[in-house]
């Protein structure tokens, strides 16, 4: 059974920084690669960024590029995402996912999630 496990979110000002994290646990193949992606009330749930567990390259949509970084520690299955310059569109409950093989921007493609953390951004 895999479990993907979010944490790191909370309120901040806008221009401020948050490090989400998300630990992958359970049984797996080495092969996969981790999405984020964020759902504000009443919209649809979108990609973020993602990064294969080689973190060779990410993946980011325009909306963070710049100002998101993904990252990976192979020792622990950890991925992170630092999030800088925020702003208040970025308020959401940010979720990561799993999927084997490389990175894809449809949620449809994932099939384990974790359970979100939410990102509140004040003006």
């Known amino acids: 059974q895999m479990q993907l496990v979010e944490s790191g979110g909370g309120p901040v000002q806008a221009g401020g920084s948050l490090r989400l994290s998300c630990v992958v646990s359970?049984?797996?193949?080495?092969?996969?690669?981790v999405g984020w992606f964020r759902q504000a009330p009443g919209k649809e749930r979108t990609f973020v960024a993602g990064l294969s567990r080689g973190g060779t390259s990410a993946d980011y949509s325009d909306s963070v590029k710049g100002r998101f970084s993904v990252s990976i520690d192979n020792a622990y299955n950890t991925v992170y995402l630092q999030m800088n310059s925020l702003k208040p569109e970025d308020t959401a409950l940010y979720y990561c996912?799993?999927?084997?093989?490389?990175?894809?921007?449809?949620?449809?493609?994932?099939?384990?999630w974790g359970q979100g953390t939410q990102v509140t951004v004040s003006s």
């Open positions: 359970g049984r797996f193949y080495n092969n996969y690669s």
């Open positions: 996912a799993f999927r084997y093989g490389v990175v894809e921007y449809s949620s449809g493609k994932y099939h384990s």
